[in-house]
């Protein structure tokens, strides 16, 4: 079968990537020899990871979490939340457009609708498609962190976090100010039609306000472009914002809105080469309220209600639009009651939720499904160097009944900075409606489809300091009932099926280090490095005797490997150096190599990005080529 032979390829390095993987070696060496004398900094370690119940700081995980702190956001070269996501080892960021235009996100060899994005611990998923879960209405200004939890997390999180969930947090506001940022970039390649140079700008603005029973945050945002090649112009705009009024001494609320118009020529997005004349508006609104209170000494409330809607206008030929156009209108609306109790022999976290999910769509119909769940969790941490936590998410949706998802992990701390951990946890991923009701010429939706459920369990060695970050680890996944489009013969149409069990195993190796301010190495003010390589074996073991072509099964990442080196200079200048390698199955492996460049001033800054700086050709999804090598100068101001 076409799918055993794709599974059956082996991992090889070309030399030009070994060259990059020496050079990155050699820098982060060179990094970490010259930090003889250091002041005492700590910026990962800090960070509390938000579960909505049971929160813990970065270093006391348990389980394999990757953060994205506001430091590194700072110096990464990226674009947008996307391109900062595909440095996190273990995601899989697949593009359709540059700058974030489309963008699917999964993990460890997952599809791009298995992984559970929140904002503010608000689920952003959609019931319609994951293609749409990105569509954010907040920029990299905006962000204060970024949690990217690995392995199945139905325990926490609840259903359609099979492989793992990214929560997005914002900044806490707390002083009051204004920033700027704006910013313009090319390829200076031309359009052979028009002869018009593809080029982008972007307007970024956030106001912030500080008072004695309140804060505040707004941001807005513009960004536009004619594209890289034929049809792939984008114009977005975004709003957000977020207050917090404190209502007593340990009361407050938390109230949070966004909106997001993104209009994008996508040639080649989902049904190449046909729809080299497509054209898609997404527009994506979300609001939560949530309240906090202390009923007693020992006992927090957090209810909490939020509100996502998300309108998709697809036209298959943006010059005939009454012909091929697909509208969908999605609805969601959950209500959650998160409690947390201290007690003398643990903590307790303790909570239910409500959500309905509509759509009304001109190819999907009218569809609606409830879901409904109750959620325990016990943290034990009596026993020195000891933690424990344990818990089970059950699950009840209209359209498929009960279903619960147990959970565990356990860390034992040595040495110090040393800890052995190991966690269990389950998951499901409900099929969305355009797997269950599409209706196309080359794609038929299937409503006889089940959940997907999966069994995780993961060991591994991690190192916390002030300074030095290690983590090695080794996970084995089983996904059942696994949703693929699949069909028999070329000619065929597509159609979801619950085409096969997958097992995938895989390890990861990560590495980070950075300084305080150094005093004598001169000429640096500090330096970072970090390096991370993650391995993936799936195993496909097919229920479907009569498909034999596959779509997502035979796409996922084999070996990912990132490596990035940030250096301050004088006070006065910052550098970064980043690179990264990906193998996908059935895709020509890729290195591309980015940089920024950072000249500083006290309230403001210069800098300038170079992506792809190599003008590698690839692909990450479909038959798109991504864009080559892409300027970009900005300039950032903070008052």
Not at 89 to 118: C, K, N, W
Request: charged share 20%; with cysteine.
């Amino acid at each position: 079968m076409l799918v055993n032979l794709l599974y059956s390829q082996h991992f090889s390095l070309h030399m030009n990537t070994k060259k990059v993987l020496y050079t990155f070696g050699l820098l982060l060496f060179t990094a970490v020899a010259a930090t003889a004398q250091t002041d005492t900094t700590t910026y990962l370690n800090e960070v509390i990871v938000k579960e909505n119940r049971l929160q813990l700081p970065f270093s006391r995980q348990n389980r394999n979490i990757w953060i994205i702190d506001n430091q590194q956001i700072r110096r990464l070269p990226a674009r947008s939340l996307s391109e900062l996501l595909s440095y996190a080892t273990g995601v899989d960021v697949r593009e359709r457009g540059p700058g974030g235009v489309q963008a699917d996100i999964s993990m460890d060899g997952g599809t791009f609708d298995q992984t559970l994005v929140l904002l503010n611990g608000v689920k952003v998923s959609d019931p319609q498609t994951g293609h749409n879960m990105m569509n954010l209405p907040i920029s990299m200004d905006d962000i204060d962190h970024i949690e990217v939890l690995r392995g199945a997390s139905s325990r926490i999180y609840g259903i359609n976090a099979l492989t793992g969930a990214i929560n997005i947090v914002t900044k806490t506001v707390s002083k009051t100010g204004v920033s700027a940022n704006v910013f313009t970039g090319s390829s200076f390649k031309q359009d052979e039609l028009s002869g018009d140079t593809y080029a982008n700008y972007g307007i970024r603005a956030t106001g912030t306000l500080a008072l004695n029973g309140s804060s505040h945050l707004f941001s807005a945002g513009q960004e536009a472009g004619n594209g890289y090649r034929y049809n792939t112009a984008f114009n977005n705009q975004k709003l957000y914002y977020q207050g917090k009024l404190n209502l007593g001494k340990t009361d407050y609320l938390d109230v949070m809105a966004g909106y997001i118009h993104n209009n994008f020529g996508a040639n080649g997005y989902y049904s190449a080469p046909g729809d080299k004349e497509a054209e898609e508006t997404v527009k994506t609104a979300i609001a939560s309220v949530a309240y906090k209170t202390s009923i007693s000494s020992f006992w927090t409330l957090m209810p909490r209600i939020s509100y996502r809607n998300n309108v998709d206008d697809y036209l298959y030929i943006k010059q005939t639009p009454d012909q091929f156009h697909n509208h969908h209108i999605t609805q969601v609306l959950s209500a959650e009651l998160n409690n947390t109790f201290d007690t003398k022999i643990g903590q307790f976290g303790l909570g239910l939720e409500a959500r309905t999910e509509k759509i009304n769509s001109t190819n999907l119909g009218k569809r609606d499904r409830d879901n409904a769940g109750f959620y325990g969790e016990y943290k034990f941490d009596l026993i020195s160097n000891l933690l424990i936590n344990a818990g089970t998410y059950v699950n009840y949706n209209s359209d498929y009944g009960w279903q619960a998802f147990p959970g565990i992990d356990a860390g034992y701390t040595f040495y110090g900075n040393w800890k052995l951990f190991v966690n269990v946890g389950t998951g499901q991923r409900l099929p969305t409606y355009t797997d269950l009701y599409y209706k196309g010429p080359t794609n038929i939706g299937n409503d006889q489809l089940q959940p997907e459920k999966s069994r995780y369990a993961e060991g591994g060695i991690k190192y916390n300091s002030d300074h030095f970050v290690l983590n090695g680890s080794l996970f084995k996944r089983r996904v059942s009932n696994f949703i693929d489009w699949v069909k028999t013969t070329v000619n065929d149409p597509w159609q979801p099926e619950n085409f096969s069990q997958i097992n995938t195993m895989g390890y990861t190796i990560s590495a980070d280090y950075q300084t305080g301010v150094l005093h004598h190495a001169y000429p640096f003010n500090g330096l970072s490095a970090g390096i991370a390589y993650t391995n993936l074996d799936p195993v496909v073991k097919t229920t479907l005797a009569e498909a034999n072509i596959s779509r997502y099964a035979v796409e996922s990442l084999r070996n990912q490997l990132s490596t990035t080196v940030n250096a301050e200079l004088l006070d006065v200048m910052a550098i970064t150096l980043t690179a990264r390698y990906c193998e996908r199955i059935n895709y020509k492996a890729y290195t591309i190599m980015d940089a920024r460049l950072t000249f500083k001033q006290r309230r403001s800054s210069i800098y300038v990005d170079a992506s792809n700086i190599f003008d590698v050709n690839y692909i990450q999804a479909g038959a798109v080529p991504m864009p080559g090598v892409w300027a970009t100068l900005g300039y950032k101001v903070s008052l």
